[in-house]
């Protein structure tokens, strides 16, 4: 790579930096009160939650982890990543319930609203907490990792220098405007990569000419040679069909519950606006599928034809296909890795703030003021990025297994409080809290388990290979269900009318 | 209908189909598990479109089965293809896909996104009419406005 081309792509990356720095900024102008601060304005339009929802949805990982898994492993992954009716799906069952509970209270966290639905119920607030926050600090670490690696592979930077200079940045402006400055900035960050993608397909005919020739290039003896498998251009790519389920049912059911789309629903200026959100989210989502399929398929391409040689680190197609579409692809694509990795941590840095300096203390039994609420939570968001760079520099590896996890923890976190709780009325406390601790003991023995085997100290395998997080999903859920039936006699919870005329509507 | 009774059956449906998704793709029958999935999005749609204890078939069907419907015929184009030419290259392609990845492209992702997306806009006033939620919006605050007087009182 020349020195132009980096230079130009540094300039790009800090032109993105800079430009969410100064909406932050300004956004702090918006931050009237400490409801405001923590995502309780309902100021929001469609085309920015539904941008900034698709930015905070698609983090690092859809940018670099899934064009690696594409030329790596095939199609499978685009099943994850095509899902973008779920999108749809989760605003059409439960959009307007989310949003109606935001009229009855003050809804500025999901702590608030598993309040709301299940009358102040302490134990689950706390489940809700730390399994949010075993997803924030998973999803985080991981995001610093992502921008470690986008600097290292252009400068020979030092890896603690890169994600300080990056986060501090990002807690400097998430710190100043809180959830309002998240929303803007993310939204910025959804039109860059909105535009990188749209760049990215038109490189993508021109180099290779279409589908065609990759399913032709694949298929040729050179492909061969690069051990690449045409099997892998089949919808179910090359990996064992247990994939295939679990990345075709993680969406499905889980983006309606992600934090990321979830907390969007109640910042919306009203409920009628969510059809059009469904669009909005929906297109851009395609465009982000539409980029990543490019960007899997060109890597494809470049290796089977023999301009690239087979790449040793799947992870590093991204660049490698950058890279090789020269300078003007790049200061799109480089940037459009920082704005995912950006936009998905401003996200969870809020969200660890909020549930540090309101949802967690009240799950213990004490308040915060108001007053004070704002500054515990600016103190436990730097404290967090502090603590996510450390373990990033620390143990790069691990925290990027680890950020596989993410989706499939935030998703047994919220399920049985969100999905099955909004659309059960006879969902009782004590059934749901039992399903919480569920997904909690599940989560930590599975990922414990995992890494053990990661780290060759154990063998385990799951019966027909399905991911645990399907498995742990799944069963809080059933327990949920079961433990509301039994419970529903033996607990007397009168709901509130208004919450009843919510789930009504 | 019985007010929160089909509802509950409903649900218990759902933990069934989800016991049956981890069953099924526990022993390696995952292509069936999808099938029991697609049954369980079903069933939330099902649920998501109850209003005083009933069901509007018509939010059901549309988009929410016909989105499903396109799904279960991608999953059996898909693997009809994968199958047929497992190990070889394809005989004609789709768009210059793979036959059994064009399936996905167009009826997994393209079209169903389309008739989720525009097809919500298209029945907005059937899924929240506005004199719906302005009553509630009213009628939360009235209750503020109550609570309010009764403080001062």
Known sequence: MTETARVSILVACFLVLAISFLIGWWAR?????????????????????????????????????????????????????????????????????????????????????????????????????????????????????????????????????????????????????????????????????????????????????????????????????????????TAWGVLPGAYSLAWVLLPTLGLMCQPQVLTRMFALRTPRDMPKLSIYAALSNVIAGMMVLAIGYCAVYLVARGTLAPLAAPDKAVFKVADYLGVFTQVFIYPAVLAAALSTSSLFLSLAGNIMSRDLPSALGFEIAPAKQMRTSQIAMVALGVLAIAFASVSGKMVAILGTYGFGTLTAATFPIFIVGLLWKRATSRGVMLGMVTALVGTIGCVTLELMNKLGATRFSWPGGIPWYINVLAVSVIVSVIASLVTRRATDEPMDPHVEMAMEL | MNRGGNETLLMIASALLWLAIVVLGGMSHWLAALYALLTLVGVYTVLGAVRGGRVDVGLVVFPGLLWLGMWAIAFVVADLYAVLYQGRSPDHTFFGFHPSFAAIIVLYWLAPTAVMAFGFEAIKDRWLPEERWAAFVRSVSERGAGEKEQARD
């Open chain 1, 29 to 233: 102008k918006k931050v009237t009160s400490p409801e405001a601060f923590f995502g309780g304005a309902k100021i929001f339009g469609p085309i920015t939650i539904g941008l900034a929802t698709m930015a905070a949805v698609g983090s690092a990982f859809a940018v670099v982890g899934v064009p690696g898994l594409i030329y790596s492993t095939g199609n499978t992954i685009l099943l994850f990543m095509f899902a973008a009716p779920a999108f749809v799906f989760g605003y059409l069952v439960i959009g307007k319930k989310v949003r109606a509970m935001a009229e009855i209270g003050t809804v500025a966290s999901l702590g608030d609203l598993s309040d709301l639905r299940f009358n102040r119920h302490r134990g689950i607030k706390l489940m809700l907490s730390l399994m949010l926050f075993l997803g924030c600090a998973m999803y985080l670490a991981a995001q610093v990792e992502a921008c470690a690696v986008l600097f290292q592979n252009l400068f020979d930077w030092n890896r603690l220098l890169i994600s300080t200079i990056i986060f501090a940045i990002l807690i400097g402006y998430t710190v100043l405007s809180g959830e309002i400055g998240g929303i803007l900035t993310q939204a910025f960050q959804g039109m860059v990569m909105v535009i990188a993608g749209l760049i990215v397909i038109v490189a993508f005919f021109a180099v290779t000419g279409g589908f065609g020739p990759v399913l032709d290039a694949i298929s040729g003896s050179r492909g061969a040679a690069a051990h690449l498998n045409p099997n892998a251009m």
